[in-house]
C-alpha cells in the first residue's frame, strides 16, 4: 500500500508539502499519525488518519474513516487532498487548515465520507488529473541543453566551484566543516578600490522580469558575484553572505519597505538583509556587524550587461573565493569533547571495533569483512 500511495501522490503540487506513511500493525513504527495523511492496517483493512505534523509545532492525527477496504483507500485520500488544495491557504499544512475548518474533522468526514456538498466526483477527478499529467521535470531538464543551462552555476561562464566549504572526513566519510563561529566584519561596503573600470560580464536576456525579480551568480576570476533583475532594474553584489561566508546572495529573497523606498536581498540561510540600492547600498538592515560591497551596472545597446569593477587581482584579493574558503583548521567540532569522553569509558559487552577482547576475535570492522566475503562459519554464529 506505501509502495501505491507513493506511485500515486509524488507528483502532485500543494499548497505546502505533503507526508504520508503507512504502518502494517497497531505497534505504528511508521509514526503514520504524525503525517498529514496515514494508514495503519487492520484485521478489516486500514484506518486512515489526517492533519498530523512533527516540527516546531506537533499535531496528533485525528481519524477520518475506520476499517476502510483497500480498494476504498485510494478514491478517500484523492478527495482529502483535493478538498485540501482547493481551500488551504498557500503555505499552510493540512494540521494548521484542519485547525482552521469550520466543523474540524466532523464536517471533513461529512464532506469526504457523506459527499456532504455533492462535490466527491469532482475531487476524484481532480486529483486524477493531478495524477495523469505528471512528468519528471528534472529528467525533462536533462535531457533537454536549453533547460540545463538555467542550472548552471554561473550565468558568464560553464566554470564550477566546488567545496567553498572544506570537506571533513567522518567514519570513513566526508562532510562539510561546521560554520565558522564569527561572521566577517571586514567593511566590504566601504572598501576603497584603487580604479573601477565598465566590464561586459553577461547578457541582458537572460533575465526575466517577473513581481519578484530574477537574479543569477557570475564569475570574474576567483571572485563570485550577484547579479538582480527587479522591475525592470538591476543590482550587483558581491555573492558571498559575511555572516557565514555562504556563497549564495544570488538565490536569495527580495524584500522591499514601499514606505522608505527600500529594496534588499536577504540571505536564503540565516536571513541577513542586506540594501541594494540608495546611499545604504550593502548595509545589513537586521546585524550591523556584517556589510556587503556594490557595483555599479547597467545595461548597454549591444545587449550586455556592464559592471564598473576593480582590476581582477584587486578583486580577488578581497572578495576572491578561495579567500573566504570556510576552512576545516578555523572550526571547531561540538562534539570533540563529548567523543574524547566516550573513548575514555569502559564499554563492557561491546565488540571493539577494530579488535576483540576475546582471544583470535576479529573486532566488529574485521567480522563484517569477513561475512562480506561469504567467511562466516554458518548459523552456529560468528567468532567475535
Same mark, same amino acid.
Given at each position: ?42 484485521? #478489516?483493512?486500514?484506518? =486512515? ?33 483535493? /478538498? ?5 491557504? #498557500? ?28 462535490? $466527491?466526483?469532482?475531487?476524484? #477527478? ?18 533537454? %541543453? ?18 567553498? =566549504? ?9 562532510? %562539510?566543516?561546521?560554520w565558522p563561529s564569527e561572521s566577517v566584519k571586514e567593511d566590504f561596503r566601504g572598501t576603497k578600490w584603487s580604479s573601477l ?30 547579479? /538582480? ?6 543590482? $550587483? ?29 536577504? $540571505? ?15 548595509? $545589513? ?9 556594490? /557595483? ?13 569593477? %576593480? %582590476? ?35 564499554? #563492557? ?9 576475546l582471544p583470535g576475535g576479529k573486532g566488529q570492522e574485521g567480522t563484517a569483512r569477513m561475512i562480506l566475503t561469504g567467511g562466516a562459519r554458518g548459523a552456529r554464529g560468528l567468532d567475535f
Amino acid at each position: 500500500m506505501a509502495v501505491r500511495l507513493e506511485e500515486r501522490y509524488k507528483s502532485i503540487r500543494s499548497p505546502h508539502k505533503i507526508k504520508g506513511g503507512v504502518s502494517g500493525c497497531v505497534r505504528e513504527c511508521a509514526e503514520a499519525q504524525n503525517k498529514d495523511f496515514g494508514l495503519i492496517a487492520t484485521e #478489516k483493512g486500514f484506518n =486512515i488518519f489526517v492533519g498530523g505534523n512533527g516540527g516546531a509545532k506537533p499535531r496528533h492525527s485525528e481519524l477520518l474513516a475506520k476499517d476502510v477496504p483497500p480498494d476504498d483507500v485510494i478514491p478517500i485520500i484523492d478527495r482529502y487532498l483535493s /478538498f485540501y488544495i482547493r481551500t488551504a491557504d #498557500k503555505l499552510q499544512r493540512t494540521a494548521r487548515w484542519i485547525e482552521n475548518l469550520p466543523g474540524g474533522i466532523k464536517y471533513l468526514q461529512e464532506v469526504i465520507l457523506e459527499d456532504k456538498l455533492g462535490i $466527491c466526483v469532482d475531487l476524484e #477527478k481532480q486529483m486524477q488529473d493531478l495524477v495523469g499529467t505528471f512528468f519528471c521535470e528534472w529528467t525533462e531538464a536533462i535531457k533537454n %541543453p536549453e533547460l540545463r543551462k538555467q542550472f548552471s552555476q554561473f550565468g558568464n561562464t560553464a566554470d564550477n566551484v566546488v567545496d567553498t =566549504i572544506e570537506p571533513t572526513s567522518e567514519r570513513g566519510q566526508q562532510r %562539510p566543516s561546521y560554520w565558522p563561529s564569527e561572521s566577517v566584519k571586514e567593511d566590504f561596503r566601504g572598501t576603497k578600490w584603487s580604479s573601477l573600470a565598465w566590464q561586459p560580464m553577461i547578457e541582458a536576456d537572460q533575465f526575466r522580469d517577473t513581481a519578484t525579480g530574477d537574479s543569477k551568480a557570475i564569475k570574474r576570476g576567483d571572485t563570485q558575484l550577484a547579479i /538582480f533583475k527587479v522591475r525592470g532594474k538591476y543590482y $550587483c553584489t558581491q555573492q558571498m553572505c559575511p555572516h557565514k561566508r555562504a556563497f549564495v546572495l544570488s538565490d536569495g529573497l527580495i524584500g522591499e519597505d514601499l514606505s522608505k523606498n527600500k529594496l534588499w536581498v536577504s $540571505c536564503p540561510y540565516h536571513k541577513r538583509n542586506y540594501e541594494l540600492g540608495g546611499s545604504e547600498a550593502g548595509k $545589513c538592515g537586521n546585524d550591523e556587524q556584517v556589510n556587503i560591497a556594490t /557595483f555599479p551596472i547597467e545595461e548597454r545597446g549591444d545587449g550586455m550587461l556592464y559592471v564598473k569593477l %576593480p %582590476p581582477v587581482e584587486e578583486l580577488d584579493g578581497v572578495l576572491g573565493t578561495e579567500r573566504w574558503r570556510i576552512k576545516k583548521s578555523e572550526t571547531s567540532d561540538p562534539f570533540e569533547e563529548l567523543d574524547r569522553k566516550l573513548e575514555g569509558m569502559v564499554m #563492557k559487552g561491546r565488540k571493539g571495533v577494530q579488535a576483540s577482547h576475546l582471544p583470535g576475535g576479529k573486532g566488529q570492522e574485521g567480522t563484517a569483512r569477513m561475512i562480506l566475503t561469504g567467511g562466516a562459519r554458518g548459523a552456529r554464529g560468528l567468532d567475535f
